[in-house]
RNA sequence: GGAGCAGUAGUUAAGUCGGUUAUAACGCCGGCCUGUCACGCCGGAGGCCGAGGGUUCGAGUCCCUUCUGCUCCGCCA
């Protein structure tokens, strides 16, 4: 529509004026039939049949249609003509029930309508650049460019809202349960360990920087210390890395530690809060403890630390099974590993042709198959296999006539990735996946380094506060790569939704943390002094866990993407398409902060 | 840092082997219409085919470069 149009409508414009709405558009029944109704919101649609004009007239809560008739208000209704699609409007009028056979069981408020008998235009709108409906998609560049339009579409509407009603129960229950909600601060120090971070120059330390936190760890850590005993925070972290379907740079956690506990007592109370969620935000009773395995048995089953068990197809080690077998590529590998796939002898040829691109992915170079027909093995394999190697395999993974065998072999993490993840994706194609079903897996006895090649040294698995099981304590001067730490991760079908740890609480359990992992006494100092002190002035044995906000809500709600919980997310390339952040600044905010751009990279 | 997919009217998409004036639906504008509800009917406007370069008599279509969005690998204690 033109600008014109918009601006010629504005002249009917008017002020509120004392009128205020009685009922929201998704409230009014039958039984509110005569009722004197003032609703306000926006025009969804209009069909003027030139005589008696109808608008659906829409809020958050859902759509009222209220009617402009000629008899009934002649002035209401001729004016009623302006109306277009995301006009602001508020009117005055009377419920009442639809004419026989005209009801519209579709709408919740379809037994009903408004005649108006007074109207207000109250704001005027040009054409949106795409429907605000649920059942047209627009492109995403799109949605997030006008993204408080997309926002009005009732499906984004109702994903904040779950969003809210989450963070409720969050607070009601851990408030029960005695915990104080603490705030944090934003601007902190860089710690070396972890995410890449997020940097805020100090213009009164010109050449310091502060850090946006990547999570409240240590100041949480430190309120234990303090003896605030049982801390929660919904609390915003920053990581300065590359995004994801699941992962934005800024996301919210909910954050918590408790003091004088151990890993069972922390569980117990994460399924207390799951389990409210699932209560207040689904009306589900969820029946914990949750089932629980070790970080090994994960990996060696399933080939991931996060598996999702609503369904079959574990991983098979046939590594022995194949130790001397005349395929080399078998015979040498480190790990072997076979994934049955029932019935799937009817994949076809293309169809396995997508499976293998698919693993290259991790690193595979092909992916090995066998069909099990009536007489024979169908496979480009088949001929390197020994009547002793087929005996192991098929007894190994219970095979039956119409099964299909996929083989992984090279080394273990490329074999457990490519199969481990060909597994979901192989599921989701197949459909054998139940809907509605929420299979909950604590993981459990994580390694607590692993070897950074690039780094030529140990690094944390979960973080570096983490402690190690008692009785693995020595491991850490001797072998690090054995020892277990006492972390622990909540999984949902197939998505790491929360983790945590009992930490390190003494000074010297974390002395011999920060030499495991290379640093000496001093940089250990310069970089966690604070932390080591504060673990020596008295700290409690302690412990907690995060779970991530954006991705529970994500999957409370059943969206694709984080990005459709989150009311503001960021772009791939982590730049906002509404304000365009980030964006440059003036050379007078730079010469404040003292710093200097390179000539390639002067924007304003 | 790397791989893949996508970008054509306001929107969503079609566009065959490189060939006339680039289609459709919805939306928009105008007209008609008193029971519609994704109202209906008639008419109309609307295009830098993401951008730049190349091949060609001729490019939405082929090639190169580049930008943007999405998915993934690396990365994410």
């Not at 072998?479 to 390190?504: F, Q």
Request: glycine letters at 8%; charged letters at 25%; a negative charge.
């Amino acid at each position: 529509m033109s600008q014109d149009i918009q601006q010629d409508h504005n002249r009917f414009l008017k002020a509120l004026d004392g009128w205020r709405r009685s009922h929201n558009c998704g409230r009014l029944r039958a039984e509110d039939n005569g009722a004197e109704v003032c609703l306000m919101g926006w025009a969804q649609h209009r069909r003027d049949h030139g005589g008696l004009i109808f608008v659906d007239l829409r809020d958050r809560y859902g759509l009222t249609q209220v009617v402009f008739s000629p008899e009934a208000a002649p002035e209401a209704h001729a004016e009623a003509h302006i109306l277009r699609s995301e006009y602001v409007l508020a009117v005055k009028g009377r419920v009442r029930p639809r004419p026989e056979g005209m009801t519209n069981p579709a709408m919740n408020t379809g037994e009903i309508e408004v005649l108006v008998h007074e109207w207000k235009l109250l704001g005027t709108s040009k054409t949106p650049p795409f429907p605000i409906e649920d059942r047209t998609e627009a492109g995403e560049n799109l949605r997030l460019q006008w993204r408080y339009l997309d926002l009005r579409r009732p499906r984004m509407a109702k994903n904040l809202e779950l969003r809210h009603t989450t963070a409720r129960a969050v607070r009601n229950y851990l408030d029960e349960q005695g915990f104080l909600e603490i705030e944090t601060p934003f601007l902190t120090r860089s710690t070396p360990e972890g995410a890449r971070d997020f940097l805020v120059p100090s213009r009164l330390n010109p050449g310091d920087f502060y850090a946006l936190p990547q999570s409240p760890q240590i100041f949480k850590q430190l309120l234990m210390v303090a003896g605030l005993d049982r801390y929660f925070q919904i609390a915003r972290c920053f990581r300065d890395e590359d995004l994801r379907a699941d992962r934005q740079p800024e996301f919210t956690q909910i954050d918590l530690e408790m003091s004088f506990v151990d890993e069972e007592r922390v569980m117990e109370l994460a399924e207390g809060l799951v389990a409210r969620i699932w209560e207040d935000v689904l009306g589900i009773k969820l029946a914990p403890p949750f089932a629980r395995m070790s970080y090994d048995e994960a990996m060696s089953r399933w080939g991931v630390d996060k598996p999702d068990t609503r369904f079959g197809m574990e991983l098979v080690d046939v590594t022995a099974a194949v130790r001397s077998s005349a395929f080399n590529l078998f015979a040498k590998a480190e790990l072997v590993k076979a994934m049955k796939v029932e019935g799937g002898e009817s994949l076809s040829r293309k169809d396995i042709d997508d499976y293998t691109e698919f693993v290259k992915i991790y690193g595979a170079q092909g992916l090995a198959w066998i069909k099990i027909r009536e007489n024979e093995w169908q496979s480009p394999i088949a001929k390197f296999l020994s009547e002793g190697e087929r005996a192991a395999i098929a007894q190994a993974l219970d095979l039956r006539v119409g099964d299909l065998v996929f083989f992984q072999a090279g080394a273990a993490d490329m074999v457990n990735a490519a199969l481990g993840n060909l597994r979901v994706h192989l599921a989701e194609k197949l459909g054998l996946i139940p809907e509605g079903q929420f299979n909950f897996l604590w993981v459990t006895d994580f390694p607590l380094f692993e070897y950074d090649a690039e780094e030529q040294r140990y690094v944390a698995c979960h973080h570096p506060f983490t402690s190690p099981r008692a009785q693995d304590a020595e491991l850490l001067r001797t072998t690090p790569e054995r020892a277990k730490a006492r972390a622990y991760d909540l999984v949902l079908n197939g998505s790491e939704i929360g983790g945590g740890s009992i930490r390190n609480h003494t000074a010297e359990g974390q002395r011999a943390m920060f030499s495991a992992l290379g640093f000496d006494a001093e940089e250990a100092e310069s970089r966690f002094g604070f932390l080591i002190q504060a673990l020596e002035q008295g700290a409690p044995p302690h412990g907690g866990i995060a779970f991530g906000l954006d991705r529970l809500t994500m999957l409370l709600a059943g969206a694709q993407s984080i990005r459709d919980v989150i009311a503001f997310p960021k772009t791939q390339k982590a730049s906002c398409l509404m304000t365009q952040a980030p964006a440059g600044v003036s050379a007078k905010q730079l010469r404040e902060l003292g710093l200097r751009l390179r000539e390639t990279e002067k924007k304003a």
